[in-house]
């Protein structure tokens, strides 16, 4: 027999050693391997208690849920995971064996793991928001470099083609009208104001274009761009709700700029819509800045398109259908007012964008 002394200080042992196991498995663990990690911690957990045979643990975090057995939980204690003072998730620990009883360490002991734990899963929200930021800034440093080389490329164009334009129309001048040399001058003209227009798109994606800046309220040039989109809506049997905040949104801006904003986010939307979808038109304002979102049901974004829907010409779009440079356009012009423009997937379909443009 074993005196009391001796099985209390047996069990001290049992615990600290489990700490120590917790303690090295959460050292080493691999985030790829979640699984693996909780069913080792919930092992070693389990080799702490009184009676480890009839002592079965459950483990759930956000993504996981861990079980040494699927027993009924009876008699049981439990410890909540804190991930940044915010609970997301609990251990349990259950006495299979109704005569057993926890010991008054135990609690303890639990809450030592879970403590453990929660900052393991603190440690992996870390890296993950490090990963994305740098992703972001990834991506804005390739916009950057794309602008840089887009604002040479339409600066080369822009001369070249005002003289082709400018030509041909003297031609034209000098021709008979109705002749085939006429027409042929006159194709020569419209595909030279085509180009001229993707051009000047290119620079409002180089922030290249001119602007008036103004004190204005916004809220008129808002509806005045989805009334005139109304009988877009109406042809393509998509319904939309607006819902403006106040009556009076003081943003210094180039209005007609912010039309353009505004427009080619709500073409996008009805395009992208199923018939009798929804899109939904929200303007608010915080302390500091303006906030405009333009919602949909469609099918939203796959993850190559969130890579790249801001890059000039990226359309999934069939050919003929457009250029890919509408949301180039509007990335410029926000950036151009020191804005940002975000998007995601809704919850549940379609796909939410977001400009923030700053009060002054
Ligand atoms: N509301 C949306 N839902 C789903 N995908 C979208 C949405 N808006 C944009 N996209 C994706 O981003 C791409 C680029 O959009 P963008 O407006 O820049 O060009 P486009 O609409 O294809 O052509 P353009 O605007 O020049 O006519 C789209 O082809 C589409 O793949
Ligand atoms: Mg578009």
């Known amino acids: ?6 099985i209390a200080l047996k069990e001290r042992i049992k615990e ?11 050292v080493n663990a691999d985030v790829g391997a979640m699984t693996e990690t909780l069913r080792a911690i919930a092992i070693s957990l389990k080799k702490g208690f009184q009676f480890p045979e009839s002592t079965e643990i459950i483990i759930e975090t956000p993504l996981q849920i861990y079980k040494t057995s699927n027993k009924d939980l009876k008699n049981y204690i439990t410890a909540t995971i804190n991930v940044f003072n915010n609970p997301k998730g609990k251990i349990i620990a259950s006495l299979t064996n109704n005569e057993a009883t926890f010991l ?3 609690q303890p002991l639990l809450d030592n793991v879970t403590l453990k734990l929660g900052n393991l899963l603190e440690r992996i929200e870390i890296q993950q928001n490090e990963r994305s930021l740098k992703r972001q800034m990834e991506r804005a440093d390739r916009l950057g470099i794309l602008g840089e080389i887009t604002a040479g490329i339409a600066h080369e164009l822009n001369t070249p083609l005002a003289n082709i334009l400018g030509f041909a129309e003297l031609l034209k001048d000098n021709l008979d009208s109705d002749t085939t040399a006429s027409e042929d001058v006159d194709k020569i003209i419209s595909n030279a104001i085509f180009s001229r227009e993707i051009v000047k798109k290119l620079m409002f994606f180089a922030c290249e ?9 916004i809220v008129p040039s808002i509806k005045n761009a989805i009334a005139l989109l109304d009988a877009s809506f109406k042809k393509n049997g998509v319904k939309y709700i607006v819902k403006i905040e106040d009556e009076t949104l003081l943003l210094k801006a180039d209005t007609i700029q912010l039309t353009q904003i505004i427009f080619n986010l709500i073409i996008n939307a009805i395009y992208f819509s199923p018939k009798g979808g929804l899109v939904t038109i929200e303007a608010q304002q915080t302390i500091n800045c303006i906030i405009l979102k333009v919602m949909d049901e469609g099918p939203g974004l796959t993850d190559t398109a969130m890579e790249k829907v801001f ?4 359309t999934t ?19 151009s007012h020191n804005g940002s423009i975000t998007v995601e997937n809704n919850e549940n379909k379609g796909a939410t964008f977001t400009v923030k443009l700053p009060k002054s």
């Not at 600290?16 to 959460?26: D, H, Q």
């Not at 779009?317 to 950036?335: E, F, N, R, Y």
């Open 209 to 217: 274009m001119p602007q008036e800046m103004q004190e204005v309220n």
């Open 317 to 335: 779009k069939p050919t003929g259908d457009g250029s890919g440079l509408g949301l180039s356009v509007v990335h410029g012009i926000v950036a």
């Open 1 to 6: 027999m074993m005196s009391k002394t001796e």
């Open 16 to 26: 600290l050693t489990c700490l120590y196991e917790v303690s090295s498995i959460i």
């Open 104 to 106: 008054k360490e135990e």
């Open 311 to 314: 890059q000039p010409f990226f």
